[in-house]
């Protein structure tokens, strides 16, 4: 899929929503069957009641896509990651082997975490929450920049199994990494080959000018609660900027917007679900709702979609269990009737998927170039 042209084509992900397994299995096939470019897997890392009284809890994201990826077979299974309450290493590993288990179908979505769960991780005390939350923008931007790093400890081709020689590792090939940032200290090397992707793909939640900063730094897809095609657009341009600022190509980012659709057999049924909807998710809450029949919704994607404001959308936790399965049976044939959205059952790994290429290991290009390791 290219980042632009003629055969540019509409990116689509979805959330697991909720602690029932079977239900995330049926989200999963719903939205691979459909299509879909990837899941997300929420994390949950303290204990809070919603407002209807029920806890909100998620299962564990990795040991949840650890297990999708023996039961799926072409979508992308992203985890969400709370950086404030992680360590690089731990997280480096976790998608290094979910990579190898999916076939180059892991990565992750970078958020902060929630300040109320601090005391769940000794965060808490004379020091208060500390400069990891204080500081969440600059902290999962080198959060990031850790976990590129250790993927990259490892060239591509360090491991020779040589039988012959007795020789398993190329070990010049294996490095430390000694990472030194505000937040995080690495030393490395990770103790898991680099993964198929390289670098799993890395997704950052994008709500003002320090994560559009961060992301612009280190993202490859960026999610972000847009409201109008025109804020899109504006986003979009400053996006771009800032990662040419950073020395990174304008087209090497992905933006999704939140996105929660209502479809309906008709017009009136959908606007009387959409009022439902906004009623559940609070009057403080402002979301985009695309409500209609399937093609009324079809048109409005194809409307963001044909500006180029956005690369596609992030089907965010919808509170009926029926709106999901409705948009794949039937806006999803719609957008690929219209050429909007690819062919379904196709394999590749995610990176592949969102039209990025492979990256380069950092540290082998530079001793190609002479560098220092």
């Known amino acids: 899929m290219s980042a632009g042209g003629a055969d540019r084509k509409l990116i689509l992900t979805a959330a697991l929503d909720g602690p029932d397994y079977a239900r995330c299995v049926r989200q999963a096939q719903i939205a691979e069957q459909a299509g879909f470019h990837a899941v997300v897997a929420p994390e949950s890392s303290d204990f809070r009641l919603g407002g209807n009284g029920e ?25 969400e990651v709370h950086a404030a309450y992680n360590e690089p290493y731990h997280i480096a590993r976790k998608l290094g082997a979910l990579d190898y288990m999916s076939r ?23 020091g208060g929450p500390g400069p990891r939350l204080l500081e969440a923008e600059a902290a999962a931007t080198e959060f990031a920049e850790a976990l590129r790093l250790l993927w990259d400890s490892w060239e591509d081709d360090a491991l020779v199994y040589d039988k012959r020689a007795g020789v398993q590792m190329d070990e010049g090939k294996v490095r430390e990494i000694d990472y030194a940032g505000r937040y995080y200290a690495v030393k490395g090397p990770l103790n898991i080959a ?3 992707q390289g670098q799993p793909p890395v997704l950052f939640a994008v709500t003002g000018a320090r994560g559009r900063s961060a992301a612009a730094k280190e993202a490859d897809a960026a999610v972000a609660p847009l409201l109008s095609t025109a804020e899109a657009a504006l986003m979009r341009a400053d996006m771009r900027a800032r990662m040419v600022r950073n020395g990174r190509r304008a087209e090497d980012l992905r933006l999704l917007a ?8 008709t017009n009136e049924e959908a606007r009387e679900l959409e009022h439902r909807l906004r009623q559940a998710f609070g009057a403080a809450s402002e979301r985009l709702i695309f409500a209609g029949t399937a093609a009324a919704v079809a048109d409005r994607i194809e409307a963001w979609f044909r500006q180029e404001a956005i690369d596609g959308f992030h089907i965010a936790p919808l509170p009926r269990p029926d709106l999901l399965p409705a948009f794949a049976a039937k806006v999803v044939p719609e957008l690929r009737r219209r050429g909007l959205f690819r062919a379904g059952g196709e394999t590749s790994t995610l990176r592949s998927g969102l039209g990025l290429a492979r990256p380069n290991n950092v540290f082998a290009t530079l001793k190609r170039r002479g560098g220092s390791d």
């Open 104 to 126: 180059g179908r892991a990565g992750c979505h970078i958020a902060p975490g929630p300040a109320a769960a601090a005391g769940n991780f000794g965060r808490t005390g004379e």
């Open 258 to 265: 939140e996105l929660c659709p209502v479809v309906a057999e």
């Open 55 to 79: 806890p909100e809890a998620a299962l564990e994201p990795f040991s949840l896509l650890a297990a999708l990826s023996a039961g799926t077979a072409s979508i992308g299974l992203i985890a």
């Open 194 to 196: 680099r993964p198929p």
